[in-house]
């Protein structure tokens, strides 16, 4: 079955680094390009409230989002509302009223989840496909993060441990970087952590070998979440328990802030209270026009 709910894709457009351009001319200048576009909040393009009378099922559902929204707060468990009896036709209704916001998630090679945050923060569009991409169920759901990537984050409940014996030659502070990330990550199992503790790696000289080996270590997670905005943000679970990649890149596509963090979910990749308090009023009054 073909999804009729389109995603975006989730892999940033990267390029190499972005700085002042080489000189053609000896008296000619190359500035850094400007940023040309940024991703803004758009209000869907409501139907016609009698094609929406039309739609009694999309009503309800639209009435069982509000109720959701109203209560929903983090930490609380999810609500969700499947759309697979639905008609296409209805689903196509729902979509434009809903629309999509900024926000995309890939959860998982086993659970092979898609999601997509709607124009309402704390809202997501949801699919679930089979190892050919064909479509199995969708559903809507309400929540700071959908519950599927919370679950498949890390896969593994094992820390690794770095000895001196295992630091390849070139390396100036991957070793002391993951022996603090891991130490954390331990600690982080036992006690979880209330604040997120955050190494900036954009402040470290890495070398090649560095970066090489840093990764390797940390292997990749199951989820990756991009938001994409005044350029994008995108976070990664590693494969070792509790610690997350975040990735800063700028309208043109610079890499401007990396860090590695150790915590439950990074904090950017959740929609606040504000922002749900906020979807549920918008919600109200999209309602308002369309009945």
Avoid at 166 to 184: K, Q, S, Y
Avoid at 227 to 253: E, K, L
């Amino acid at each position: 079955m073909k999804s009729d709910i389109p995603l975006f894709d989730l892999t940033p457009n990267l390029t190499g680094a972005v700085g002042p351009g080489s000189r053609s001319e000896a008296d000619s200048l190359s500035y850094m390009p400007m940023p040309k576009e940024m991703h803004t909040f758009e209000p869907p393009s409501l139907p016609e409230s009698d094609e929406i009378a039309q739609a009694p099922q999309v009503l309800a559902l639209l009435g069982q989002l509000q109720e959701a929204l109203d209560e929903y707060r983090p930490g609380m468990p999810t609500r969700s509302l499947a759309l697979d009896s639905l008609a296409e036709t209805d689903r196509a209704l729902l979509h434009q009223v809903l629309g999509e916001g900024e926000v995309a998630l890939q959860i998982g090679a086993d659970i092979r989840v898609r999601a997509q945050e709607t124009v309402l923060a704390g809202l997501w569009w949801l699919q679930q496909v089979d190892s050919n991409g064909q479509l199995k169920r969708q559903w809507l759901e309400v929540a700071d993060l959908p519950e599927p990537a919370r679950r498949a984050a890390f896969s593994s409940t094992e820390v690794p441990s770095i000895v001196e014996g295992d630091l390849p030659e070139g390396i100036l502070n991957a070793g002391p970087v993951l022996v603090e990330l891991f130490d954390v990550a331990r600690r982080h199992q036992a006690s979880p952590l209330d604040l997120p503790h955050v190494i900036n790696l954009s402040l470290l000289p890495f070398s090649p070998e560095d970066h090489a080996f840093l990764t390797r270590c940390l292997g990749q997670g199951s989820v990756v979440i991009l938001s994409r905005g005044y350029g994008n943000c995108r976070i990664g679970s590693t494969a070792v328990p509790g610690i997350w990649r975040v990735q800063y890149f700028n309208s043109t596509d610079q890499l401007i802030l990396d860090t590695l963090e150790v915590v439950e979910v990074p904090q950017v990749a959740c929609a606040a209270k504000e922002d749900l308090e906020d979807s549920a009023e918008r919600l109200r009054e999209m309602r308002e026009v369309l009945v």
